[in-house]
């Protein structure tokens, strides 16, 4: 790094971190922030960030503030917890279409992944929670269950059952399931029906998300609705991931690796080239964004304050629980958005059981 601002023809590095962006002003604040405090850590390099949807700067604004910086050669890091469509295909698409157009030479790190530091500033959110309860029960009468975003690829939602196995054992939790928050499958309503069963006095909810958003406020509510049918369970929400120092740490650390040249990514599980059990459809597909046209779209949702409450959707279905072949209307236009069907998209206690659920809750507040 110390050769950043060296004779100008030492190679001149700079970061982009790439995120995914949001509707939500929180979110892409958060996001933000988290970039400025990782910047101090990275100097001399300039450090920028962009957003594949729904926020600007876009990874193109990003890569192009770098370019006028005289940086000619990026390490770009992308902002994702695991290794899924996002961090496989869409950012690696547009990383390519601008070196293939500009020339400037792009090194792609890896995701966050599951990593000591991930682990540990999920198990500072944990004891955050244990610390608020006022109840007191050990932990070994205590069941962790720890939320994903949930996804199609099935090595990025067992990386999240990794971590719910790292924070049992790193507390000694009497208990641990995963449930996700869209997607695949158990959800976190039918999940957290299923848990409860086991009989422990307490359940602790982690959303495992770097920031704030529907997604996370959805989380908050069904486990509310499941805790209102409990009242003899204490249900504990944990805050998310947000701009906790060992994320911003992690950040670093996967920028020490592209420089070191040592990014490897698990591709013995990865479903686009292996034979991955019940994927075999997705080996060898095209590597390429879903996202054009949404990119830059940055009408951020006004119906809330600022803390996100899913008013947005009053249908009850968070991004990426609907059909993965369907049209966005922004504006005049329409686009058609197509993902590859997801094996398991009528799953009992999948996607098309949250409709279903959120209607029963507005009927049975309607009612009282």
């Keep these: ?25 929180l979110a892409v604040e958060e996001f933000a922030q988290m970039v400025e405090q990782l910047r101090p850590k990275l100097d001399p390099m300039p450090v920028e960030h962009g957003y594949l949807e729904f926020a ?29 469509g996002h961090a496989k295909n869409d950012i690696p698409s547009v990383l390519n279409t601008y070196t293939a157009e500009t020339g400037l030479p792009i090194d792609y790190g890896r995701e966050l992944g599951v990593d000591r530091l991930m682990v540990a500033a999920a198990g500072a959110r944990v004891q955050e929670a244990l610390d608020r309860a006022s109840n007191d029960i050990p932990v070994s009468e205590t069941l962790l269950v720890v939320v994903g975003r949930g996804s199609s690829d099935p090595d990025a939602n067992s990386n999240v059952a990794k971590v719910t196995r790292m924070l049992v054992e790193g507390f000694g939790f009497g208990w641990g399931e995963t449930v996700y928050s869209g997607v695949t499958f ?54 998310y991931l947000g701009q906790h120092p060992m994320v911003v740490d992690t950040f670093r650390e ?30 060898g597909r095209a590597q390429e964004s879903h996202h054009h046209h949404v990119e830059g779209l940055a009408e ?12 947005c959707q009053p249908d009850g279905v968070p991004p990426g629980a609907h059909s993965h072949a369907h049209s ?41």
């Design 56 to 84: 600007q700067p876009i990874l193109r604004e990003g890569l192009e503030s770098l370019r006028q910086q005289g940086v000619t050669k990026v390490l770009a890091i992308p902002a994702m917890l695991f290794a899924a």
């Design 300 to 311: 951020s949702c006004t119906l809330c304050e600022l803390e996100c409450t899913g008013a």
């Design 186 to 239: 158990p959800l976190v309503d039918p999940g957290l029906r299923h848990v409860v069963r086991l009989g422990f006095r307490r359940i602790v909810v982690v959303p495992y998300f770097l920031f704030s958003g529907v997604l996370v406020s959805r989380i908050r509510q069904h486990t509310n609705l499941v805790a209102a049918d409990y009242p003899d369970v204490e249900f504990l929400s944990a805050g």
């Design 1 to 25: 790094m110390a050769d950043f601002q060296a004779e100008p023809s030492v190679e001149r590095l700079g970061v982009l971190i790439c995120g995914h962006g949001s509707r939500n002003r």
């Design 328 to 368: 966005h209307q922004h504006g005049e236009q329409d686009h058609e958005h197509h993902h590859p069907p997801y094996p398991h998209a009528e799953h009992p206690l999948g996607p098309v059981t949250l409709s279903q659920t959120l209607k029963a809750s507005k009927d049975s507040l309607q009612k009282s």
């Design 254 to 283: 996967r920028v020490d690796e592209v420089l070191r040249g040592d990014t490897a990514m698990n591709c013995s599980l990865c479903k686009y080239r292996a034979q991955v059990l019940g994927f075999e459809q997705d080996v």
